[in-house]
């Protein structure tokens, strides 16, 4: 099984245009993280939920809300995408922050 | 500002040939030090752990260094094989008020050819 899964693996959308990435953890973990990798392979934090409640949020537009309908998943909602926003998204689960995260296989985002 | 810096950017060996990969940090205060590994196209898998008490740790053919006080780690590959051709990034994990901030370094791209 799987231990954090996101879907879809691919997503092509057009700009402008608000699109989900959901994630799901069955590791019983307390914190889930989002993370953009950019093409230059760089990965930066966007999101650390914990017991639904927002951690980090680093400076992330407020067009992208990280949504918690319980402990076992966070998932990725993105308003008005536009061209930059063209990344692998991967999602991430730790038993509690500082911990151990384990990442999903990513999500490819290509916005057109 | 914390930050990680990696090098080399990328590494090419021969299959069965050991290298070393360097991450200097200065990221304060200073939590923990990771070592994980992307394949392409694969989420980050976490190789080692090390805690500021912490100078040596091994993972099989992977072995992790910390120098505290230098603020230096490397990841030492035995006998490398082609399956390690991979990213490999340093993520230094700093105490905040909420609990941790993770600084990531931008990654090693090592490949390993027959």
């Known amino acids: 099984d799987t231990a954090v899964s996101q879907t879809p693996k691919y997503l092509v959308t057009q700009m402008g245009n608000d699109k989900s990435i959901k994630c799901e953890q069955n590791l019983g973990h307390d914190t889930m993280y989002w993370y953009k990798q950019d093409s230059k392979k760089f990965l930066k934090i966007m999101f650390s939920y914990n017991n639904k409640e927002l951690i980090i949020n680093e400076t992330v537009p407020n067009r992208f809300s990280p949504k918690s309908p319980d402990k076992a998943h966070l998932n990725l909602h993105i308003n008005s995408l536009e061209l930059g926003d063209s990344a692998v998204y991967f999602c991430?689960?730790?038993?509690?922050?500082?911990?151990?995260?384990?990442f999903g296989q990513g999500t490819r985002l290509t916005v057109v | 500002k914390n930050q990680v810096e990696q090098s080399p950017q990328s590494l090419i060996i021969l299959e069965g040939k050991n290298c070393t990969l360097q991450c200097n940090y200065t990221v304060s205060p200073f939590s923990n030090l990771r070592w994980y590994k992307q394949d392409t196209g694969r989420g980050p898998v976490s190789l080692t752990i090390m805690t500021f008490s912490e100078n040596t740790k091994s993972n099989g053919r992977y072995t992790a260094t910390l120098d505290a006080d230098t603020k230096q780690s490397s990841l030492h590959i035995t006998a490398s094989q082609l399956s390690d051709s991979a990213s490999y990034i340093c993520?230094?994990?700093?105490?905040?008020?909420?609990?941790?901030?993770?600084?990531f370094g931008k990654g090693t791209s090592l490949l390993v050819t027959p």
């Open positions: 991430a689960s730790s038993q509690d922050r500082g911990r151990r995260a384990f």
């Open positions: 993520v230094v994990s700093a105490l905040v008020n909420s609990g941790y901030a993770l600084n």
